[in-house]
T-cell receptor, first 114, second 113 residues
Framework: EDKVVQSPLSLVVHEGDTVTLNCSYE??????LLWYKQEKKAPTFLFML????IEKKSGRLSSILDKKELFSILNITATQTGDSAIYLC??????????????FGQGTILTVHP | NAGVMQNPRHLVRRRGQEARLRCSPM?????VYWYRQLPEEGLKFMVY????????ESGMPKERFSAEFPKEGPSILRIQQVVRGDSAAYFC???????????FGQGTRLTVV
């Protein structure tokens, strides 16, 4: 069974700090790893990573995948209160009928204080 | 291009009633996934459908739960004889060609009283 573990489970920082969120996974036939941001509504897509060592970047957010060590990190620089949310990591499996199905970690709750 | 649309946003049902949750995927998307999020837990996969076909229902409870995605109209997640433990947020996601870059709807929050 595919498994995703995120750490830390929760994190409290002040505006301007830089944070690193971790995601490790076990997948029988890895296809991709995705990051989502969830506020009090739908998870919002952030990044999809398929290749090891290639950084994806969007503004103050960036992410990288290490397929050898089976983990990914999500970095947020110069945090703002609007970054407060649950950050979800998920993987997809390339095998059979699992194609496209997301297996999620438990999420990291990030709280950014002014 | 409208996003994934789910309705209702909130649904209250008494124990023993039926709940019907609807999901219209993004335009051009033919892959639909349903996920459940229990309080204090992560999102759990329930079922994966393409038009008129159930591809993977390994996350669906064996009884009382069913899903469909007809040729015309939205995907429906149906829960019969609801119990308090069914109270959760139910999210629908869609993707094109099963790329994995799935986009989520706003969710339906089901409360069973």
């Amino acid at each position: 069974e595919d498994k995703v573990v995120q750490s830390p489970l929760s994190l409290v920082v002040h505006e301007g700090d830089t944070v690193t969120l971790n995601c490790s996974y076990e997948v029988t036939n890895f296809r991709s790893l995705l990051w989502y941001k969830q506020e009090k509504k739908a998870p919002t897509f952030l990044f999809m990573l398929t290749s090891s060592g290639i950084e994806k970047k969007s503004g103050r957010l960036s992410s990288i995948l290490d397929k050898k060590e089976l983990f990914s990190i999500l970095n947020i620089t110069a945090t703002q209160t609007g970054d407060s949310a649950i950050y979800l990591c998920a993987v997809t499996n390339a095998g059979g009928t699992s194609y496209g199905k997301l297996t999620f970690g438990q999420g990291t709750i990030l709280t950014v204080h002014p | 291009n409208a996003g994934v649309m789910q309705n209702p946003r909130h649904l209250v049902r008494r124990r023993g009633q039926e709940a019907r949750l609807r999901c219209s995927p993004m335009k051009g998307h033919s892959h639909v996934y349903w996920y459940r999020q229990l309080p204090e837990e992560g999102l759990k996969f329930m079922v994966y459908l393409q038009k008129e076909n159930i591809i993977d229902e390994s996350g669906m409870p064996k009884e009382r739960f069913s899903a469909e995605f007809p040729k015309e109209g939205p995907s429906i997640l149906r829960i019969q004889q609801v119990v308090r433990g069914d109270s959760a947020a139910y999210f629908c996601a869609s993707s094109s060609m099963g790329t994995g870059e799935a986009f989520f709807g706003q969710g339906t929050r089901l409360t069973v009283v």
